[in-house]
């Protein structure tokens, strides 16, 4: 493929380049029966590598075992061996410490859980056409209708869903997928490095849910997960399944193709240098991804790339908030080669196996490494040369990684951060759990040390029904209506056409405020609609076609208060806290901006409700003495603070497994509990997700890298590669730079 252009542009400032190697092939399992093998390689598979086989292995002998291994090395077929040798037979049970089933008579399943439906898709197809064609697989899923629903739940023997469904239909619902659970030999957790933070806790109180029910039919399955590549995957993977650790492959033995992977810094914007490269590789014929990271990015460098295309109608968008239709027609074409370049969102970072893409666009650094790699791994999956071009954002964290480039091309990839015990989510998981089987102090066994405590809290609450240590659920609704998975409202927003009432797309209700408020830009498929009500009770957002040259940027305040402390520590003679706190949020306006130029037309004021969250944040302050040094005016010291803050959180993402989204930040020159100057940095998500944990733990880098990075910046006053923040509630005003060096500075070196 001629790429050289892209290469011998004066845009890239660093490069590296992986040869091809081969891979070490292996036999094909003794237990795997014949007319599994014999379909496998009528499919095009003569033998598997060495680490397939390995995984395989520990799996037929019953052991609880992850799979971490680059993108494109095989996953799929390393869990499929196990899989098909367990449900093709009665027989052909496995023979180690997985049991067999109490129900005899049972069907042999095995469950296969994706936390995107084109995974799930993809995997479903991918299934069907190695396995031998007496074999039935099925799906569950929002798009799945009723005789898909019966079929799987009556016939299949493997069944591709996602935790949703798991949570919201099988669970509740288990008396009717009795003979399905009564035969489970395997559970297989794909993409399991997706499940951090916040989303990974609910998912993994869901697995303890599912393990524990599949256990009261006689079931005893043994989990399979699949994940990239991470060095605590054996902790992690056994926080998520609930077992102490898992056993691990982690050394990749396929072959590999020839890629190389460039860093760029744009020349006019990040937007216009990815829609101009999107457009030139599809025309030279190398079918391209663009990973873009925002629902109106994607939408206009799709726009952007058609413009500037031979043949935009082979260049298209893709995101969540389409409809299944409109999804499943964009996989398609991109399957055929129909479609040439494809703007997305991390939609399909997961997603389908496209085999034919050559190239990929990382528009922005994705904010972990793990994400960057998964992103990248899209590219030439079958051996084919491979071009991955990360495009550099102007902010704090992408700049640095561009002066550092060795952080991307050599440094490990991060920890996988877990906290399934956090009872924000463990507890209102264990009244659905009461309401599935009744608890009882056995439970422990599933949910951990704190299940009793947790149990009885919900009985002081009146959520549970306490009768002789053993807790019911008594209320005539479901307690899983209680619980968004996803951090999401129970029911998204619908976007409809006022004239005809056609829904356009859906949003989250906790995007809603900032996304569709009255007077917002919408965009959607590259048409641009103007947002004229919202109504978040009933989850509408009535939206007019326009052609306005303007985009709209949401503006908020936030107030922090600090509720507990967990831990202190002193970081260079500055005292640095962890601890809980309740963030109080609201959308109080938005900004109209040239879609060109970016600058700021006007600012008009909106009444939206205020949101609250209790969440974990590190905080430090300025101490008094250091205030009367330095001698500043409130103001002053609250732009220095501000600045800080914005460049910190910036940097974060290269210190912790989060991206700049994750996590926020409140500063202010006078806090109301502490008396002195503070900043805070908190983790996004209700209850915390362990980044501001992580934070406190590497404070001593994170902050030296920040004051690096203040330092360093060759703008005179400020810009988005220092402490301009695209996120910033109150649309970046009263920032120092300077001053935000200086006390820094002086903070670090106070000691």
Same mark, same amino acid.
């Given at each position: 493929?001629?790429?050289?252009?892209?290469?011998?542009?004066?845009?890239?400032?660093?490069?590296?380049?992986?040869?091809?190697?081969?891979?070490?092939?292996?036999?094909?399992?003794?237990?795997?029966?014949?007319?599994?093998?014999?379909?496998?390689?009528?499919?095009?598979?003569?033998?598997?590598?060495?680490?397939?086989?390995?995984?395989?292995?520990?799996?037929?002998?019953?052991?609880?075992?992850?799979?971490?291994?680059?993108?494109?090395?095989?996953?799929?077929?390393?869990?499929?061996?196990?899989?098909?040798?367990?449900?093709?037979?009665?027989?052909?049970?496995?023979?180690?410490?997985?049991?067999?089933p109490?129900?005899?008579?049972?069907?042999?399943?095995?469950?296969?859980?994706?936390?995107?439906?084109?995974?799930?898709?993809?995997?479903?197809?991918?299934a069907?056409?190695?396995?031998?064609?007496?074999?039935?697989?099925?799906?569950?899923?929002?798009?799945?209708?009723?005789?898909?629903?019966?079929?799987?739940?009556?016939?299949?023997?493997?069944?591709?869903?996602?935790?949703?469904?798991?949570?919201?239909?099988?669970?509740?619902?288990?008396?009717?997928?009795?003979?399905?659970?009564?035969?489970l030999?395997?559970?297989?957790?794909?993409?399991?490095?997706?499940?951090?933070?916040?989303f990974?806790?609910?998912?993994a109180?869901?697995?303890?849910?599912?393990?524990?029910?599949?256990?009261?039919?006689?079931?005893?399955p043994?989990?399979?997960?699949s994940?990239?590549?991470?060095?605590?995957?054996?902790?992690?993977?056994?926080?998520?399944?609930?077992?102490?650790?898992?056993?691990?492959?982690?050394?990749?033995?396929?072959?590999?193709?020839?890629?190389?992977?460039?860093?760029?810094?744009?020349?006019?914007?990040?937007?216009?240098?990815?829609?101009?490269?999107l457009?030139?590789?599809?025309?030279?014929?190398?079918?391209?991804?663009?990973?873009?990271?925002?629902?109106?990015?994607?939408?206009?460098?799709?726009?952007?790339?058609?413009?500037?295309?031979?043949?935009?109608?082979?260049?298209?968008?893709?995101?969540?908030?389409?409809? #299944?239709?409109?999804?499943?027609?964009?996989?398609?074409?991109?399957?055929?080669?129909?479609?040439?370049?494809?703007?997305?969102t991390?939609?399909?970072?997961?997603?389908?196996?496209?085999?034919?893409?050559?190239?990929?666009?990382?528009?922005?650094?994705?904010?972990?490494?793990?994400?960057?790699?998964?992103?990248?791994?899209?590219?030439?999956?079958?051996?084919?040369?491979?071009?991955?071009?990360?495009?550099?954002?102007?902010?704090?964290?992408?700049?640095?990684?561009?002066?550092?480039?060795?952080?991307?091309?050599?440094?490990?990839?991060?920890?996988?951060?877990?906290?399934?015990?956090?009872?924000?989510?463990?507890?209102?998981?264990?009244?659905?759990?009461?309401?599935?089987?009744?608890?009882?102090?056995?439970?422990?066994?599933?949910?951990?040390?704190?299940?009793?405590?947790?149990?009885?809290?919900?009985?002081?609450?009146?959520?549970l029904?306490?009768?002789?240590?053993?807790?019911?659920?008594?209320?005539?609704?479901?307690?899983?209506?209680?619980?968004?998975?996803?951090?999401?409202?129970?029911?998204?927003?619908?976007?409809?056409?006022?004239?005809?009432?056609?829904?356009?797309?859906?949003?989250?209700?906790?995007?809603?405020?900032?996304?569709?408020?009255?007077?917002?830009?919408?965009?959607?498929?590259?048409?641009?609609?103007?947002?004229?009500?919202?109504?978040?009770?009933d989850g509408?957002?009535f939206?007019?076609?326009?052609?306005?040259?303007?985009?709209?940027?949401?503006?908020s305040?936030?107030?922090?208060?600090?509720?507990?402390?967990?831990?202190?520590?002193?970081?260079?003679?500055?005292?640095?806290?962890?601890?809980?706190?309740?963030?109080?949020?609201?959308?109080?306006?938005?900004?109209?901006?040239?879609?060109?130029?970016?600058?700021?037309?006007?600012?008009?004021?909106?009444?939206?409700?205020?949101?609250?969250?209790?969440?974990?944040?590190?905080?430090?302050?300025?101490?008094?003495?250091?205030?009367?040094?330095?001698?500043?005016?409130?103001?002053?010291?609250? #732009?220095?603070a501000?600045?800080?803050?914005?460049?910190?959180?910036?940097?974060?993402?290269?210190?912790?497994?989060?991206?700049?989204?994750?996590?926020?930040?409140?500063?202010?020159?006078?806090?109301?509990?502490?008396?002195?100057?503070?900043?805070?940095?908190?983790?996004?998500?209700?209850?915390?997700?362990?980044?501001?944990?992580?934070?406190?733990?590497?404070a001593?880098?994170?902050?030296?890298?920040?004051?690096?990075?203040?330092?360093?910046?060759?703008?005179?006053?400020?810009?988005?590669?220092?402490?301009?923040?695209?996120?910033?509630?109150?649309?970046?005003?009263?920032?120092?730079?300077?001053?935000?060096?200086?006390?820094?500075?002086?903070?670090?070196?106070?000691?």
């Open positions: 493929m001629d790429w050289d252009w892209v290469l011998e542009s004066d845009e890239v400032v660093a490069s590296r380049r992986r040869e091809a190697c081969d891979g070490v092939p292996a036999g094909w399992p003794h237990w795997l029966p014949a007319e599994c093998v014999g379909s496998l390689q009528a499919a095009g598979i003569e033998q598997p590598w060495q680490h397939q086989v390995d995984f395989a292995e520990l799996a037929h002998a019953g052991r609880h075992v992850a799979i971490s291994t680059p993108t494109g090395s095989g996953k799929s077929l390393a869990y499929l061996m196990p899989v098909l040798a367990a449900t093709m037979s009665e027989a052909a049970l496995p023979s180690g410490t997985a049991a067999r109490r129900f005899t008579r049972a069907r042999p399943t095995a469950l296969y859980i994706a936390p995107t439906k084109a995974l799930a898709h993809d995997q479903l197809r991918a069907t056409a190695l396995a031998p064609r007496t074999w039935r697989v099925g799906a569950l899923d929002g798009d799945s209708d009723v005789a898909e629903r019966r079929f799987a739940r009556e016939h299949a023997s493997l069944v591709v869903t996602n935790p949703d469904m798991l949570h919201f239909s099988v669970l509740p619902n288990h008396q009717r997928w009795s003979s399905f659970l009564a035969g030999r395997y559970i297989v957790i794909d993409e399991a490095h997706r499940y951090n933070g916040m990974g806790a609910h998912v109180a869901v697995v303890r849910r599912l393990r524990r029910v599949a256990g009261l039919y006689g079931a005893a043994t989990m399979l997960l994940s990239a590549t991470a060095p605590n995957a054996a902790a992690f993977g056994g926080a998520l399944v609930g077992e102490e650790v898992v056993d691990v492959v982690d050394v990749s033995t396929a072959p590999v193709g020839p890629r190389t992977v460039a860093l760029w810094q744009p020349e006019t914007s990040l937007r216009h240098d990815t829609s101009r490269l457009a030139g590789l599809s025309d030279d014929g190398a079918q391209t991804l663009a990973f873009v990271a925002s629902r109106a990015g994607a939408e206009l460098v799709s726009v952007g790339a058609q413009e500037l295309s031979s043949d935009p109608a082979r260049i298209a968008s893709y995101r969540g908030g389409y409809l #299944a239709m409109e999804r499943r027609a964009l996989e398609a074409a991109l399957q055929t080669g129909e479609l040439g370049g494809l703007a997305t991390n939609a399909l970072e997961l997603g389908i196996d496209v085999s034919g893409i050559a190239a990929v666009l990382v528009s922005g650094y994705p904010g972990r490494l793990s994400a960057f790699w998964q992103q990248a791994g899209r590219a030439g999956r079958t051996g084919q040369e491979a071009l991955v071009v990360m495009l550099a954002r102007e902010n704090p964290l992408d700049v640095y990684l561009l002066e550092h480039p060795e952080l991307i091309f050599d440094a490990p990839v991060e920890h996988l951060v877990l906290h399934p015990s956090n009872p924000h989510v463990l507890g209102p998981h264990l009244a659905a759990a009461a309401q599935e089987h009744p608890l009882s102090p056995e439970d422990v066994r599933w949910f951990g040390p704190t299940t009793v405590d947790l149990a009885e809290a919900l009985a002081r609450q009146k959520v029904r306490d009768r002789g240590n053993r807790w019911f659920w008594t209320r005539a609704d479901r307690a899983v209506d209680h619980i968004d998975l996803r951090a999401a409202g129970p029911k998204p927003v619908e976007i409809i056409e006022q004239e005809t009432g056609r829904v356009v797309g859906v949003i989250d209700r906790d995007a809603a405020d900032r996304t569709v408020h009255p007077g917002a830009v919408y965009l959607h498929q590259g048409q641009t609609w103007l947002v004229t009500s919202l109504d978040q009770d509408h957002a939206v007019s076609a326009t052609a306005e040259p303007y985009y709209t940027q949401p503006q305040r936030f107030e922090i208060d600090s509720l507990s402390v967990t831990r202190r520590r002193v970081v260079s003679g500055m005292d640095l806290t962890l601890g809980k706190v309740r963030l109080t949020s609201q959308v109080t306006g938005y900004l109209r901006r040239d879609e060109v130029t970016h600058e700021v037309l006007d600012a008009s004021p909106i009444d939206l409700p205020a949101h609250r969250m209790l969440t974990d944040a590190v905080w430090w302050s300025v101490p008094a003495r250091l205030e009367r040094d330095l001698g500043w005016a409130p103001l002053e010291m609250g #732009a220095a501000h600045a800080i803050e914005h460049t910190a959180i910036g940097l974060l993402p290269a210190f912790a497994p989060c991206d700049r989204w994750d996590i926020g930040g409140v500063s202010t020159p006078l806090h109301p509990e502490t008396g002195l100057a503070t900043i805070f940095v908190h983790d996004g998500l209700p209850g915390g997700a362990g980044f501001a944990a992580h934070a406190f733990d590497v001593e880098r994170w902050l030296s890298a920040t004051l690096e990075r203040l330092e360093g910046c060759e703008c005179v006053s400020g810009c988005p590669a220092c402490i301009v923040s695209p996120k910033c509630g109150n649309a970046n005003q009263v920032l120092d730079k300077d001053r935000a060096a200086q006390l820094l500075r002086a903070l670090l070196q106070d000691g």
